[in-house]
Nanobody, 118 residues
Framework: QVQLVESGGGLVQPGGSLRLSCAAS????????MSWYRQTPGKERELVAG??????????NYADSVKDRFTISRDNAKNTVYLQMNSLKPEDTAVYYC?????????WGQGTQVTVSS
């Protein structure tokens, strides 16, 4: 059974940091590209950051809005992908989703809420 379980969300003040985790199970994690998306009410889900599979070199990419503030990484021994979020802004408030993709196969997590507010 495939599972992607996000954790680490919460309430943080502007300028603060959070680290999101996504624990994967039920598939060969290292073969999948992993990414983080976010969504706010009334808006489409948007890509925040991605990291390719191990065989593809674990290359990373970021949305312009989070470059130099967020870092995506993967620990293939723990089947986990992380999103380190620094210098958080109120506009980063959203539900953050983890996604796994390989060719036409896509898995999503259930999401974790991040709220940036004073």
């Amino acid at each position: 059974q495939v599972q992607l379980v996000e954790s680490g969300g919460g309430l943080v003040q502007p300028g603060g940091s959070l680290r999101l985790s996504c624990a994967a199970s039920g598939f060969t994690f290292s073969n999948y590209g992993m990414s983080w998306y976010r969504q706010t009410p009334g808006k489409e889900r948007e890509l925040v950051a991605g990291i390719t599979s191990v065989i593809a070199g674990s290359s990373t990419n970021y949305a312009d809005s989070v470059k130099d503030r967020f870092t995506i990484s993967r620990d293939n021994a723990k089947n986990t992908v992380y999103l380190q979020m620094n210098s958080l802004k109120p506009e980063d408030t959203a539900v953050y989703y983890c996604r796994a993709v390989r060719r036409s196969t896509v898995f999503w997590g259930q999401g974790t809420q991040v709220t940036v507010s004073s």
